[in-house]
């Protein structure tokens, strides 16, 4: 029999785990004697990077056990870890002590763009696991802003092997860091209709879900609700930027075969930007699409007090952010100097204070003063809770993003329909940080935060805690 490489055992020892954990019906041969120090599991979208997610994970397979490197196109990350993880209850009640310190020193890549980082978060959180894993997020997009927040830069990696096991080292010495998650939940009522069928579910994000549609039947007509929930990590944003974002994801999906490339994608998505008007919007847009017009603004402040937002009027795009990264590694709210941090009780942002910085522009000529050393949008608040309710017959639609994933929302166009959206503190996920980290945690990055279930707001809820809309 050949001699094994010893690059290979190496990695084996390092990262490896074996078939038996991650296929029950593996034989136990499998085994391995000694406990790796980083056991990972990796999900990679194979359509992200320009096409070269394919390559990427091939190259993973090849290094790794190829049983825990999964293809997102074809492998479910809800239903691959809660099979693991049954996996890992009955073998521990079966005494099984390596499946025991796998299953604590576990760690989870994910490769894509911020779409799907936020995708596998909100499976993380939907899943409620015992000590959940921390997560890496490999860059594998356009934009980026997810990995690059935490330190993994914004360029996709290279897919030879040098690349992957660089990478691999870097999350074995990665440290680990506690970050805000955002629950958001979408309300839809009209008469007549049901709006859930005007969006396409393959329109929306990941992160939205399924929706729940609940019909009302009188004598006169027939009313429906849709609501849609989910989660984000990095933004929530509406108006022109993802109106931009939102022509650049349909240009690709009509013409994928154009999209191979990382800059030639940044080049497109600029192009975008000057096409649809952002850098000349006031001039082009109708004022109805100013956020102010569209939308009445409330926030949740610091003391847990509802207040409304004012927006200036010509604020034609507003983010809610939890990182300091948006539009390719952008910092929007910047750190602000003493004098407003005192007449303003504003600070700098943390991604474990419970905290959204809420920031407008006015257009693509506004956002570019984020490119000075100082440069920041117009910081609008920090608050613990953000609810929009959109006024009937102001547009026809808007164009809402998160995390990336942007989508055309139809909005009321007379006196019976109404659309809501509600943003609120949903706890903590464990990301994995390296030394280039861009974000600031309460404990310095220390991880000791603990998620306080009981510290979330409650979607739609009003002032005093009882129902609301608005």
């Known amino acids: 029999m050949a001699e094994r490489n010893t690059e290979i055992d190496f990695l084996s020892e390092e990262f490896y785990i074996p078939s038996y954990i991650l296929v029950p019906e593996s034989p ?4 391995i004697s000694s406990v790796p120090i980083c056991p990972v599991i990796l999900f990679i979208n194979t359509k992200s990077g320009g096409q070269l997610g394919a390559a990427f994970l091939q190259t993973c397979r090849q290094i790794l056990n190829p049983l825990q490197v999964f293809d997102l196109e074809e492998s479910s990350p809800d239903k691959v870890l809660q099979n693991i993880y049954d996996n890992f209850v009955r073998l521990k009640s079966d005494g099984d002590s390596l499946a025991a ?24 959180l939907k899943l409620k696991l015992i000590n959940s894993p921390p997560i890496v997020t490999i860059p594998l997009g356009t934009g980026n802003n997810i990995p ?23 999350v074995k010495n990665a440290r680990e860091m506690n970050i805000d998650s955002w629950g958001i939940i979408m309300k839809m009522h009209a008469s007549k209709v049901k709006i859930c069928d005007i969006i396409a579910p393959i329109e929306l ?61 940044q080049k497109t998505y600029v192009k975008l930007g000057c096409t649809q008007g952002w850098f000349c ?16 603004v409330k926030i949740m402040k ?21 990182l300091p990264s948006f539009s390719g590694g952008l910092n929007p709210w910047g750190t602000p100097d003493s004098k407003k941090q005192r007449d303003r009780d504003l600070t700098a ?14 257009d693509g000529w506004h956002g570019l003063v984020l490119l000075s050393p100082k440069g920041h949008g117009t910081r609008l608040a920090q608050a613990k809770g953000v609810k929009f309710k959109f006024h009937k017959g102001a547009s026809t639609h808007a164009y809402m993003r998160i995390d990336g994933e942007p989508w055309k929302q139809p909005l009321p166009e007379d006196h019976q329909g109404k659309v809501q959206l509600e943003i609120s503190s949903a706890g903590l996920i464990k990301i994995l940080a390296t030394q280039n980290c861009m974000c600031k945690t309460v404990n310095n990055g220390s991880g000791d935060l603990q998620c306080d279930p009981s510290a979330s707001t409650s979607v739609f809820s009003s002032e005093d805690g009882s129902k609301s809309d608005m």
């Open 28 to 31: 136990s041969e499998n085994k």
């Open 302 to 322: 610091k003391n847990g007090q509802w207040e409304k937002l004012h927006i200036p009027h010509s604020i034609r795009s507003i983010v809610c952010l939890n």
């Open 281 to 296: 919007a006031p001039f082009i847009h109708r004022t109805s699409r100013n956020i102010a017009q569209l939308a009445k």
């Open 148 to 170: 690059y927040s935490f330190g993994w830069g914004k360029k996709n990696p290279g897919t030879d092997r040098n690349s992957v096991i660089s990478i691999l080292n870097r």
């Open 349 to 362: 942002p943390f991604v474990d204070d419970g905290l959204l910085e809420i920031v407008g522009f006015k």
């Open 205 to 265: 994000p990941h992160s939205l879900g399924v929706p729940q549609i609940a019909p009302k039947m009188d004598s006169e007509k027939m009313d429906s609700t849709c609501t849609y929930s989910g989660a984000f990590w990095n933004y929530f944003s509406m108006g022109m930027d993802a109106q931009v974002s939102y022509a650049f994801h349909s240009e690709r999906k009509s013409h994928p075969e154009k999209f191979k490339n990382q800059l030639f994608n």
């Open 101 to 124: 310190e796998i299953q604590k020193r576990l760690k989870l890549i994910v490769a894509g763009g911020d779409g799907t980082a936020s995708w596998l978060f909100g499976v993380i």
